[in-house]
């Protein structure tokens, strides 16, 4: 069945940096597209920032330029770098991908379990 796991994420004071690590389980024929959504208290969740297979890129105005995204297709894995974080960065966030796995033929989107960021003023 497939998975998507997290890693990272934590407590850290404004202007510090974390890194996101999200991977997919075995059983992948394909990944699409891979992001990175983040749900505040109160709000609904919002696309931070995703990459295609090839490597085009594109990300909320709220994180351009501090935010990185990234992935490594033989390793079936997405990062999220996210440097200069604001109390306002503080989120549960998550990844997503579109997979086909070995055992359907379908393109189906999953998500991960989600992780805390808190930035703390």
């Known amino acids: 069945q497939v998975q998507l796991v997290q890693s990272g994420g934590g407590l850290v004071q404004a202007g510090g940096s974390l890194r996101l690590s999200c991977a997919a389980s075995e059983m992948i024929f394909s990944i699409n597209v891979m992001g990175w959504y983040r749900q505040a208290p109160g709000k609904q969740r919002e696309l931070v920032a995703r990459?295609?297979?090839?490597?085009?890129?594109n990300y909320a105005d709220s994180v351009k330029g501090r935010f990185s995204i990234s992935r490594d297709n033989a390793k079936n894995t997405v990062y999220l770098q996210m440097n200069s974080l604001k109390p306002e960065d503080t989120a549960v966030y998550y990844c997503?991908?579109?997979?086909?796995?070995?055992?359907?033929?379908?393109?189906?989107?999953?998500w991960g379990q989600g992780t805390q960021v808190t930035v703390t003023s």
């Open positions: 997503n991908a579109n997979i086909r796995s070995v055992a359907s033929p379908l393109t189906e989107t999953y």
């Open positions: 990459i295609t297979y090839e490597g085009n890129t």
